[in-house]
């Protein structure tokens, strides 16, 4: 578990991001197909049945362009946050401000979840994980991806912590694994590569944050799963 504190400040940075706008014009419904395919390898939309949930769905987060599902469902303690700043909201998508810890759903309520680069953003990544796996019904499907640190980054990760305002954690591909089959889920397919250049468009290579983003494409990279309850 993170420091509260130290999470409040991360929520703080990761709001100052996204009301700057810089993601605002690349996440659409062709960039989060393209998510599908390049990183999960499939573009099967019948993936998407029944009910469905995002946790941390940000304000363009893949919830609100997933197509076939019955219910659509987005959660984020910044929700209310997004709302007072006047950003996106997505008719057909439910958007609700709370805590991936401590969800306010009863057991057993969705067929699909989405943790898509969050578990690094929150204060107690375990019993995410843990409250996903409750409020999924047997046989259903979680589509997780995760930037973890490479593991010659292990020995130096304290650094990453005193640095990296965005994230309280920063885990490895064992430790997020362990999470989840921790968690109960089986994982049943995965797929890792090099982390693309990401956020790198959205600064001028005068900026601090170019650079920024920069070491953080060397340091981390991409794990894409699906697994099941």
């Known amino acids: 578990m993170a420091k509260y504190r130290r999470w409040l400040k991360a929520q ?5 991001f996204i009301v700057s706008g810089l993601l605002e014009s690349s996440l659409d419904a062709q960039y989060w197909e393209n998510v599908l395919i390049k990183d999960f390898s499939f573009g099967d939309r019948s993936f998407w049945k029944g009910r469905v949930i995002e946790i941390g769905c940000g304000i363009k987060g893949m919830i609100h362009f997933v197509k076939g599902a019955g219910l659509k469902v987005g959660v984020d303690p910044l929700a209310l946050a997004f709302k007072r700043a006047n950003l996106s909201e997505f008719p057909g998508t439910i ?13 057993n ?6 943790i898509y680069n969050v578990l690094d953003h929150t204060n107690n990544p375990r019993q995410i994980l843990k409250e996903t796996f409750r409020i999924l019904r047997p046989g259903s499907k979680l589509l997780f991806s995760l ?58 290579p005068s900026s601090s944050k170019h650079w920024k983003h920069l ?8 794990v894409n ?5």
């Open 109 to 114: 309520s969705f067929d699909r979840a989405i």
């Open 12 to 16: 703080e940075a990761e709001l100052d």
């Open 215 to 222: 070491g953080a494409n060397l340091l981390h990279y991409s």
């Open 95 to 107: 958007r609700l401000c709370a805590m991936g810890e401590t969800l306010p759903f009863q057991p």
């Open 147 to 204: 930037f973890a640190i490479a593991p010659w980054v292990t020995p130096i990760r304290w650094i990453l912590d005193l640095m990296d305002r965005e994230h309280p954690f920063h885990l490895t591909l064992q430790e997020a694994v362990s999470m989840i089959k921790s968690a109960g889920f089986e994982v049943v397919r995965m797929k890792t590569y090099k982390r693309r250049a990401y956020r790198l468009w959205s600064c001028p």
């Open 225 to 229: 799963c699906i697994a099941v309850k």
